[in-house]
């Protein structure tokens, strides 16, 4: 069965300061990782994706992300946060059928 | 705005009650998902459609059942409401039916249970 890890439920962070959100996700196969975020009564919005090559993604808005095999892992990173990217973040992988999300990350950011 | 339309914006009904909920997929898009996402237990998978056709089955309840019609629109239909039912509904499309294509969120239907 696919899942999806987010370790931290919650992070807040200055802006201009560096930005890591970490996944873990299981998987039997090659997995499509994706980045998804939730601005307030928004729906989600695609940030990145991950099929196969070059492990480090770019996506929209500054952020990348880096594929880790040996990991399991999935995080996204942006060098320095802005305010508007206060918003909630998902982690999704994506397996024969279906998108399984983990929990989310909420994302602070303080002047 | 990613294209994709969902009506109503909000729903309050009472437990017992049935509800409609209805989806407009971006233009071309041939598949269409459907998301419940609540409090307890995150953002969960429903149901697909590609063209018309059921293509794949989450967690959804036997009181739960949707469909896609031929223009391609589809609707989420609620049954024997329950407390527990109160959630918002996010409907997505996705040109393709593969999980590796993107899917595009529409902007959710916020279900309240009385």
């Known amino acids: 069965a696919q899942s999806v890890t987010q370790p931290d439920i919650h992070i807040t962070v200055s802006e201009g300061a560096s930005l890591e959100l970490r996944c873990n996700y299981s998987y039997g196969a090659t997995p499509y990782l994706f980045w998804y975020v939730q601005s307030p009564g928004q729906g989600l919005q695609l940030l990145l994706k991950?099929?196969?090559?070059?492990?480090l993604v770019q996506g929209i808005k500054g952020f990348e992300a880096e594929f880790k095999r040996s990991q399991s892992s999935f995080n996204l990173r942006k060098p320095s946060v802005h305010w508007s990217d206060a918003a909630e973040y998902f982690c999704?992988?994506?397996?024969?059928?279906?998108?399984?999300f983990g929990a989310g990350t909420t994302v602070t950011v303080r002047a | 705005d990613s294209g994709v339309t969902q009506t109503p914006k909000h729903l309050i009904t009472a437990t017992g009650q049935r509800v409609t909920l209805r989806c407009s997929p971006r233009s071309g898009d041939l598949s269409v998902y459907w998301y419940q996402q609540s409090l307890d237990q995150g953002l969960q998978f429903l149901i697909q459609y590609y063209n018309g056709e059921e293509r794949a089955k989450g967690n959804i309840l036997e009181r739960f059942s949707a469909q896609q019609f031929p223009d391609l629109h589809s609707e989420l239909n609620l049954s024997s409401l329950e407390l527990g039912d109160s959630a918002l509904y996010f409907c997505?499309?996705?040109?393709?039916?593969?999980?590796?294509?993107?899917?595009?969120f529409g902007p959710g239907t916020r279900l309240t249970v009385l």
């Open positions: 997505a499309s996705s040109v393709g039916r593969e999980t590796y294509n993107e899917q595009f």
């Open positions: 991950y099929f196969s090559g070059d492990t």
């Open positions: 999704a992988v994506g397996g024969d059928y279906k998108l399984s």
